[in-house]
């Protein structure tokens, strides 16, 4: 099981959406690449306060072709010449709550925790494809979660009882070191 | 001579609300359908009146309203107005012109609770719908 936001990981997700989107009746034609931009909160320990992790990935007739994350001051266009087609922006624990299966990413988008720039005529004309791809992020791939897994200490009171079911990592912040709990209780 | 064509209606977002991102896409589509087809444009224009989209497997809803040269989209659902409602995956793909809201609801994928005439409804289905000119398929 690969750990969160590592090429393994990213590996992960990229074959969990293509095996997604075999099983779909239509696919979207034509090239888009996604942006996804997940902002440091002071809660997740994967991203640094006020610092921003950035993601690309490049669909082709439904198919991921690849997705990798930028370096801090790397230019997206160092990836992807043209201009990028959506951009998915929003608190890293937010992102981090959405690949442990504890919050749903479409309801988390129609709440605008996380905020979508792009062609919403083209978004909207392939949902199924886009619930698809995210069903992938939500749940197709076991993660490991190395610096503790949410629901974070000082989130865990907003997280649904049952959180646990919903991921095959463990129990809810179960695997997080205790000098970590303490430090996102601060936070 | 020709006749110079008015402005397209602007689009706004209204009122916070719940459905906050919801309100933002709806916007933009609407916004993007104006700029695009003067038919819908023209229809936006001359409608007054409100209704509910209200994506009911999420218990999620938006109020769009139709006011003089303004299109505003509230991120709650308002009381006692016309209801278009149905699973937002339904929803989308309607409202992004891949489906027809007719046969949605004639499938009873989507329906409608109004008890007044449907002139904002039938106004916004229109608006909504995505002129086949645009976009990508």
Redesign the interface.
């Known amino acids: 099981m690969p750990d969160i936001y590592t090429t393994e990981w990213y590996d992960s997700v990229r074959d969990a959406i293509n095996a997604g989107v075999s099983r779909l009746r239509s696919v979207p034609e034509g090239r888009f690449v996604v942006a996804v931009e997940v902002v440091g909160d002071g809660i997740s320990p994967y991203v640094a306060t006020d610092a921003t992790r950035r993601f690309l990935m490049e669909i082709d007739d439904g198919t991921c072709l690849w997705y990798r994350e930028l370096a801090a001051h790397e230019d997206e266009r160092a990836h992807h010449e043209g201009r990028i087609d959506y951009r998915f922006r929003g608190p890293a624990t937010v992102f981090d709550e959405i690949a442990a299966g504890l919050l749903d990413p479409v309801d988390v988008a129609l709440r605008g925790a996380v905020t979508v720039k792009g062609d919403m005529r083209l978004l909207l004309r392939n949902a199924e494809h886009v619930a698809s791809l995210l069903a992938a992020y939500t749940s197709a791939v076991s993660t490991t979660w190395p610096l503790g897994r949410p629901p974070y200490a000082s989130d865990a009171s907003d997280a649904p009882a049952d959180a646990s079911s919903h991921n095959a990592t463990g129990g809810a912040g179960g695997d997080a070191p205790a000098d970590h709990r303490e430090a996102t209780a601060r936070a | 001579m020709a006749r110079r064509l008015k402005p397209a209606p602007t689009v706004e977002l209204g009122r916070p609300g719940?459905?906050?991102?919801?309100?933002?896409?709806v916007a933009?589509?609407v916004r993007?359908?104006l700029a695009d087809s003067p038919s819908r444009a023209r229809v936006a224009r001359r409608a007054r009146g409100s209704i509910v989209l209200l994506?009911d497997d999420?218990s999620?809803g938006v109020t769009l309203s139709f006011r003089e040269d303004c299109v505003v989209i509230d991120?709650s659902p308002a009381p006692g107005l016309p209801v278009l409602a149905g699973p937002?995956?339904t929803m989308?793909?309607v409202?992004?012109?891949?489906r027809s809201p007719l046969s949605a609801v004639a499938r009873r994928e989507l329906h409608v609770e109004a008890r007044r005439p449907l002139r904002a409804l039938l106004a916004a289905a229109y608006v909504l719908k995505?002129p086949r000119v645009?976009?990508?398929?």
Do not use: K
């Open positions: 719940e459905a906050a991102g919801m309100a933002a896409m933009e589509l993007a359908n994506a999420r999620l991120a937002w995956l989308a793909t409202c992004a012109g891949a995505v645009a976009g990508r398929t």
